[in-house]
Nanobody
Framework: QVQLAESGGGLVQAGGSLRLSCAAS????????MGWFRQAPGKEREVVAT???????FYRDSVRGRFTISRDNAKNTVYLQMNSLKPEDTAVYYC??????????????????WGQGTQVTVSS
C-alpha cells in the first residue's frame, strides 16, 4: 500500500510562491494517477490539479496559469508549484493517488490513498 507525505507548505504573502512536494513510499508513483486537493475551513475538499500516468493534466479554473503540477518518477515524487498566490488559496493541501491512473480524475472518491496534508497560508 502506497503511503504519501506532503511537504513544502507554509506562510507566504500574497503574490509569493511555494512548491509542495508529495513523496511516496511502499509503491511506485509511476503506476498511479496523482492529484492535489485542498480544503479550507468550513469548506469541502476540492480538486486543485491532477496528472495521469500518461501525464495528461487538469487544473481547476482558479489556479490555471498560476499553479503547475509535475511528477518525477525517478524520485517517486509529485510537485505542485504555486505562483502568484492569493489569500483565497489558503487551505490544507493534500496529495492523493488513484490506482486506475489513466483518466483525469477530479473527484475525491476517485482516489485511493491520501497524504496527511500540509498547511498553506497566504496573507494579504
Amino acid at each position: 500500500q502506497v503511503q504519501l507525505a506532503e511537504s513544502g507548505g507554509g506562510l507566504v504573502q500574497a503574490g509569493g510562491s511555494l512548491r509542495l512536494s508529495c513523496a511516496a513510499s511502499g509503491g511506485t508513483l509511476s503506476g498511479y494517477g496523482m492529484g492535489w486537493f485542498r480544503q479550507a475551513p468550513g469548506k469541502e475538499r476540492e480538486v486543485v490539479a491532477t496528472i495521469t500516468r500518461g501525464s495528461s493534466i487538469f487544473y481547476r479554473d482558479s489556479v490555471r496559469g498560476r499553479f503547475t503540477i509535475s511528477r518525477d518518477n525517478a524520485k517517486n515524487t509529485v510537485y505542485l508549484q504555486m505562483n502568484s498566490l492569493k489569500p483565497e488559496d489558503t487551505a490544507v493541501y493534500y496529495c492523493a493517488a488513484d490506482r486506475t491512473g489513466w483518466q483525469l480524475s477530479t473527484r475525491v472518491y476517485d482516489y485511493d490513498y491520501w497524504g496527511q496534508g500540509t498547511q498553506v497560508t497566504v496573507s494579504s
